[in-house]
C-alpha cells in the first residue's frame, strides 16, 4: 500500500516563501533605479516531458516578466523543449500557464532554442557568445558588451553537483563555474546574475564559485536539499487543495516550482504593494507570516532555503538592472501577487513529480480500466527502479567501506563552503563507472551523485570503484 502522504510530499509551503519575500524584497528595494548598459536575459528550462510542465511554465513567465519589463526580443534568447503547449496531455492546447489563477505566458516566447537543441553545448556557447560553435537554434548568442548586465534563469531538475538537460545530459558544476570564469574573463559584462532552481542547487557553487567574478548567484536550495514544485494538481476528487490547486483539468501536474514562482511572483507583488508600503511595514509582514509558518515547521519538515553565492553584495543592486525597469502594464501578464502571498499551497518535491502524476493518474482512473491497469504497471515499474538504485548504491558502500560505515560515508554531507567534491574530473569518470555497470542515472538516481563524490573524496581508485560497481550491480 502506498502512503500518498509518504511518496508524493504533500505539505504546506513554509520556509521558501519567507525566504525568497524577504531575498527578493531586498534586492527589490531599489527597483525604480536605472542603469546603463544592455540588459541581456538567458533564459533554460532543462527539461522536456508532461510531467516537468512547470520547468517551461517558468521560463515562459520570465520571459513576459522581462518583456513587461522593456527587454527587447533580440536580448532575450530562450532555452525550451517546447513540448508542453502541444502536448496531447495538455487541456488547454496552445496555452501553458504557471499559476492557477494566470493566463496564458506561452504566447511571444521567442523559440530559439527547441528540441534537441536544447543542450549543453548550445547553453555554453550561447553565454559565450560563440556562434561557431552553436548548433542548430536560432543561432542567437549573448553578444554581451563590458557595461552590460546579464540575468541567467535556469530551471531544471538537479542533483548533487549536477543539473540536467532534456534526455538525461547532465552538466557538472565545474564545467558550469569554468564557463562563467571564461566568459569574466572575455570581459563582456558588467554584473551577472544566476538564479538556479533545481534540487541541491546550492551544491552548483558552493565552495567553487570563486568572488571577484561580478557573479551573483541565487539557488533555490541548500546544497543538500530537494527543492519543490508547487501549484500541483490535486490526487483525488475529494481533496481539498487549500485554496491552491491549479484548475480541475491539470491532474497530476505541477505548474510551477516554489522559487521561481516566488520570485517571479513577489516582483509583482513589488508594484501592487507600492501604495501599502507606508501602512506595512516588511517587517510586519515578514513577522507575521514568520510566527504564522514557524509552528509548523519542525513537523513539515518540506521546503527549501534558499541560497545566495558569489558577490554577494550586489544583491543589492535593483532588480531593475537586471529585469528592466517597472510597466505600467504588467496586469496584463495576471499574474495574482496575491494567490501566492496567502502561503498555503500544494508542493511536491521536484523528484517526486513523475509519481505524483501517475499516482493521480492511477487515483482519478475508472476501477477496472486499461489506463488504471497501465498507470498501476508504470508506478510499479518506478518504483522498482527507485527501489534498485538505492540498494545498489547502498551494496557498493557497503562493499568499499564496510556495511558498518557504508551508509555513513555515502550520505555525508560536507560543511558550507565546502565543495561537494575536491576533484570533479573524479567525480564525473566515477559516475560514468557506475553507470556502465548499474545503468543510467534517472532524475530520481542521480540523488545518490553525493555518495559516488564521498567515494572520490575518500581515495578509491578507479580500478577499485569499476570492480566494485561490477560486484554490486552484477545480480
Ligand atoms: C502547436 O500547434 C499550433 C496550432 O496547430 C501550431 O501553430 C504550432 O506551430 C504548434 N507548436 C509546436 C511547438 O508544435
Ligand atoms: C567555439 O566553438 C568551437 C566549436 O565548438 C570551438 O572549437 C571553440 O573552441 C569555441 N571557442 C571558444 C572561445 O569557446
Ligand atoms: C500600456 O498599454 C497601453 C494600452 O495597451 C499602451 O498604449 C501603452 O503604450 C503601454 N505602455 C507601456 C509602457 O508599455
Ligand atoms: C499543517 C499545520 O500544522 N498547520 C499549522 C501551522 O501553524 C499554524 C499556527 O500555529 C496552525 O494553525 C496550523 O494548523
Same mark, same amino acid.
Given at each position: 500500500?502506498?502512503?500518498?502522504?509518504?511518496?508524493?510530499?504533500?505539505?504546506?509551503?513554509?520556509?521558501?516563501?519567507?525566504?525568497?519575500?524577504?531575498?527578493?524584497?531586498?534586492?527589490?528595494?531599489?527597483?525604480?533605479?536605472?542603469?546603463?548598459?544592455?540588459?541581456?536575459?538567458?533564459?533554460?528550462?532543462?527539461?522536456?516531458?508532461?510531467? *516537468?510542465?512547470?520547468?517551461?511554465?517558468?521560463?515562459?513567465?520570465?520571459?513576459?516578466?522581462?518583456?513587461?519589463?522593456?527587454?527587447?526580443?533580440?536580448?532575450?534568447?530562450?532555452?525550451?523543449?517546447?513540448?508542453?503547449?502541444?502536448?496531447?496531455?495538455?487541456?488547454?492546447?496552445?496555452?501553458?500557464?504557471?499559476?492557477?489563477?494566470?493566463?496564458?505566458?506561452?504566447?511571444?516566447?521567442?523559440?530559439?532554442?527547441?528540441?534537441?537543441?536544447?543542450?549543453?553545448?548550445?547553453?555554453?556557447?550561447?553565454?559565450?557568445?560563440?556562434?561557431?560553435?552553436?548548433?542548430?537554434?536560432?543561432?542567437?548568442?549573448?553578444?554581451?558588451?563590458?557595461?552590460?548586465?546579464?540575468?541567467?534563469?535556469?530551471?531544471?531538475?538537479?542533483?548533487?553537483?549536477?543539473?540536467?538537460?532534456?534526455?538525461?545530459?547532465?552538466?557538472?558544476?565545474? #564545467?558550469?563555474?569554468?564557463?562563467?570564469?571564461?566568459?569574466?574573463?572575455?570581459?563582456?559584462?558588467?554584473?551577472?546574475?544566476?538564479?538556479?532552481?533545481?534540487?541541491?542547487?546550492?551544491?552548483?557553487?558552493?565552495?567553487?564559485?570563486?568572488?571577484?567574478?561580478?557573479?551573483?548567484?541565487?539557488? $533555490?536550495?541548500?546544497?543538500?536539499?530537494?527543492?519543490?514544485?508547487?501549484?500541483?494538481?490535486?490526487?483525488?476528487?475529494?481533496?481539498?487543495?487549500?485554496?491552491?490547486?491549479?484548475?480541475? #483539468?491539470?491532474?497530476?501536474?505541477?505548474?510551477?516550482?516554489?522559487?521561481?514562482?516566488?520570485?517571479?511572483?513577489?516582483?509583482?507583488?513589488?508594484?501592487?504593494?507600492?501604495?501599502?508600503?507606508?501602512?506595512?511595514?516588511?517587517?510586519?509582514?515578514?513577522?507575521?507570516?514568520?510566527?504564522?509558518?514557524?509552528?509548523?515547521?519542525?513537523?513539515?519538515?518540506?521546503?527549501?532555503?534558499?541560497?545566495?553565492?558569489?558577490?554577494?553584495?550586489?544583491?543589492?543592486?535593483?532588480?531593475?538592472?537586471?529585469?528592466?525597469?517597472?510597466?505600467?502594464?504588467?496586469?496584463?501578464?495576471?499574474?495574482?501577487?496575491?494567490?501566492?502571498?496567502?502561503?498555503?499551497?500544494?508542493?511536491?518535491?521536484?523528484?517526486?513529480?513523475?509519481?505524483?502524476?501517475?499516482?493521480?493518474?492511477?487515483?482519478? $482512473?475508472?476501477?477496472?480500466?486499461?489506463?488504471?491497469?497501465?498507470?498501476?504497471?508504470?508506478?510499479?515499474?518506478?518504483?522498482?527502479?527507485?527501489?534498485?538504485?538505492?540498494?545498489?548504491?547502498?551494496?557498493?558502500?557497503?562493499?568499499?567501506?564496510?556495511?558498518?560505515?557504508? *551508509?555513513?560515508?555515502?550520505?555525508?554531507?560536507?560543511?558550507?563552503?565546502?565543495?561537494?567534491?575536491?576533484?570533479?574530473?573524479?567525480?564525473?569518470?566515477?559516475?560514468?563507472?557506475?553507470?556502465?555497470?548499474?545503468?543510467?542515472?534517472?532524475?530520481?538516481?542521480?540523488?545518490?551523485?553525493?555518495?559516488?563524490?564521498?567515494?572520490?573524496?575518500?581515495?578509491?581508485?578507479? #580500478?577499485?570503484?569499476?570492480?566494485?560497481?561490477?560486484?554490486?550491480?552484477?545480480?
Amino acid at each position: 500500500m502506498i502512503s500518498r502522504y509518504n511518496i508524493v510530499g504533500i505539505f504546506f509551503l513554509v520556509l521558501v516563501s519567507i525566504v525568497v519575500t524577504i531575498e527578493g524584497r531586498s534586492i527589490t528595494q531599489f527597483l525604480t533605479q536605472k542603469t546603463k548598459g544592455t540588459k541581456w536575459v538567458v533564459l533554460v528550462a532543462g527539461s522536456n516531458g508532461w510531467t *516537468n510542465y512547470r520547468h517551461q511554465a517558468n521560463v515562459c513567465h520570465a520571459y513576459q516578466i522581462m518583456k513587461a519589463g522593456g527587454l527587447k526580443d533580440e536580448n532575450i534568447i530562450v532555452f525550451m523543449y517546447d513540448d508542453i503547449a502541444n502536448n496531447t496531455e495538455n487541456p488547454r492546447p496552445g496555452v501553458i500557464i504557471n499559476n492557477p489563477h494566470g493566463h496564458d505566458v506561452y504566447k511571444g516566447v521567442p523559440k530559439d532554442y527547441v528540441g534537441d537543441d536544447v543542450n549543453a553545448n548550445n547553453f555554453f556557447n550561447v553565454i559565450l557568445a560563440n556562434k561557431s560553435g552553436v548548433v542548430g537554434g536560432s543561432g542567437k548568442v549573448l553578444k554581451s558588451g563590458p557595461n552590460d548586465h546579464i540575468f541567467i534563469y535556469f530551471t531544471d531538475h538537479g542533483a548533487p553537483g549536477v543539473i540536467s538537460m532534456p534526455y538525461n545530459e547532465v552538466i557538472y558544476a565545474h #564545467e558550469l563555474v569554468n564557463m562563467l570564469k571564461k566568459k569574466h574573463a572575455s570581459g563582456t559584462y558588467d554584473r551577472l546574475v544566476f538564479y538556479l532552481e533545481a534540487c541541491e542547487s546550492g551544491s552548483m557553487f558552493d565552495g567553487i564559485l570563486p568572488k571577484g567574478l561580478n557573479i551573483y548567484a541565487m539557488t $533555490a536550495s541548500k546544497p543538500d536539499e530537494d527543492s519543490y514544485g508547487t501549484y500541483c494538481g490535486e490526487s483525488t476528487p475529494v481533496d481539498s487543495c487549500w485554496g491552491q490547486c491549479p484548475p480541475p #483539468e491539470f491532474k497530476g501536474v505541477c505548474l510551477g516550482d516554489l522559487f521561481n514562482v516566488s520570485w517571479m511572483e513577489d516582483r509583482y507583488k513589488q508594484f501592487s504593494d507600492v501604495q501599502d508600503r507606508k501602512t506595512n511595514s516588511l517587517h510586519q509582514q515578514y513577522s507575521r507570516v514568520a510566527k504564522r509558518t514557524a509552528a509548523n515547521l519542525t513537523y513539515h519538515n518540506y521546503g527549501s532555503h534558499v541560497q545566495e553565492y558569489g558577490d554577494k553584495v550586489m544583491s543589492f543592486d535593483p532588480l531593475a538592472a537586471y529585469l528592466g525597469e517597472t510597466s505600467k502594464n504588467h496586469s496584463h501578464n495576471s499574474v495574482d501577487a496575491k494567490s501566492f502571498s496567502t502561503s498555503s499551497s500544494r508542493n511536491v518535491d521536484q523528484r517526486s513529480t513523475e509519481l505524483f502524476y501517475l499516482f493521480t493518474k492511477h487515483q482519478n $482512473a475508472p476501477e477496472g480500466s486499461d489506463e488504471k491497469y497501465e498507470a498501476k504497471v508504470k508506478l510499479n515499474e518506478l518504483m522498482s527502479q527507485r527501489s534498485q538504485v538505492d540498494s545498489n548504491v547502498k551494496h557498493l558502500g557497503d562493499l568499499l567501506f564496510g556495511v558498518e560505515k557504508g *551508509n555513513e560515508v555515502l550520505h555525508s554531507v560536507r560543511p558550507a563552503g565546502k565543495p561537494l567534491v575536491d576533484n570533479w574530473d573524479c567525480l564525473k569518470s566515477y559516475v560514468k563507472i557506475f553507470e556502465t555497470h548499474c545503468g543510467r542515472l534517472t532524475v530520481y538516481g542521480r540523488k545518490h551523485v553525493r555518495g559516488i563524490a564521498n567515494i572520490c573524496n575518500a581515495g578509491i581508485t578507479s #580500478e577499485k570503484m569499476a570492480a566494485m560497481s561490477a560486484q554490486a550491480c552484477s545480480s
